[in-house]
């Protein structure tokens, strides 16, 4: 909302400080207006995203494609019937029978890094609404830079009590 | 004797745990069992010669996933239950000498990982109800090992804090339409005279209406229910932001500052996200060098605490710390 008023048209959002963040974008719509409003340089380097409901066949192919490569992928909120198409069971399936599940996250998918977000940004951000843009500058900061994911390692001791042991493959000791 | 016991005077369950009277009291350094197993060297709760983060069933539980039977019989007056859930003791990290305050941010992201971690699978789990993530720190408070490290409680019900803090947050948004804690994050940020510290995706700040002289309250600035709904970039700076806080804490009065640490967020189902908001609640118990903030006759008797300094001092003080320390 801009004034109380909704515009006819997306109209991008005036952020600044926002850092040029190459992507390349499958879909279209609002979140192409919205990414460029959060610093995202369109083309054909960087992570992919997929625009808001722009996941089907095609582009869940290349988003498989993309994953088992070892590249990021950021998967912007999609319709439940997606479902087939997404890399991974879980985000937008039906809810699982206990505990949370969040609107956004990140996991490892074979080599590939999977980000998504399940919350619906597009047409605030692309409005110029700052919780959005800021939200969506993070989810393309976390795909372009992903912090690495920590390995979990399980056992039982002795004395029948569970240990699980963290891991990151990197050099932050301290 | 491990089971819970319903105080009907006040409608709050009680944990009972004799067993965690024979637990390990401040062990030395070389007897340490948070620290890793040295090659040669006796077996400590971790079987590794290294580790970054280990997280283990506590040996002496108030909570349990397999608790035994209650001892006494249960009645409608007087209910009694089994001890279900989990106590959880989280290592930081295999230096017995690095606490959150002397850790990097990037470190401190990744013990706020293992917390998202343990929430996510603790809290589906059909037992438990709430997944409370703490640190109690200094001897002062507590503390039983010198290593540090923090403790999650996945308890079968909704805490009391928690609870009460969900019912206000439940009567505000009923009242107002908004969140509380947003409308808290947005006047704290707009008056500034009680922030600490602040970055793009959390603001510190000592409370309004602080119960201890240099409480300090760490709240995403976007509504977030829990730690699985933090960004990756918003976790960083959560982890730096923590960092400035404690560290003015140690440099408050020049010694390591007893506090105990709170994480407060969604409960295990999903039912009350619109009024869940992640935040850390540090409660130092020093309101001087030597001086200690008693919980005595108002607050323990009456549940009404006094507090003894102005928030906007107190947070002033803290926040030049920060800024000395910035310089």
Redesign the interface.
Known sequence: MMDGRRPEEPVPAVVLGVRPTPIRLLGQGPTEVALRAVGAVLGDDGPTVVAEDGLDARSGADVRDRLGRGEAVLVLAQRPDAAPFYPVAGPIDE??A?????????RAVGPGRL?FCQQRLARAAAAGDL?SC??LS??L??VSE??P??T?EA?V?D?G????????DDE??? | MTERRFDPTTGEWRMFARHRQDRTFLPAEDHCPLCPTRPGAPPT????PS???????N?FPALARHPPGPEVPSSPLYPVAPSFGANEVVVY?D?HS?GLA???P??I??VV??WA?RY?EL????EVAYVFVFENRGVALGVTLHHPHGQIYAYPDIPPRPRRELDVATAHLERHGTCVFCDVVTREVSDGVRVIAAN??FVAFVPFAARFPYEAHLVT??HA??V??L????R?ALAGLLKQVLAAYDDLFGFPLPYVMSVHQ?P???GHDTVSHFHIELTPIHRTATKLKYLAGSELGAGAFINDTAPEDTAARLRDLVLRAEA
Do not use: C, H, I, N
């Open positions: 809810a699982p206990t505990g949370r599940r969040a609107a956004l996250g990140s980000v919780v800021d939200l993070d989810l900061a976390w992903p912090r994911l920590p979990r056992l001791k004395d009590r569970s240990l699980w042991r963290y891991s990151w932050t000791r301290r | 709760e971790v079987p590794f580790f970054d983060v280990v997280v283990f069933e040996r990290s230096d690095l002397q850790m990097t990037g470190r992201a990744k990982d293992v971690d996510a809290s589906a789990r059909d793009r995706s600035r976007r229910p829990s699985l709904d960004t990756d970039p918003e960083l969604a295990s189902d999903d």
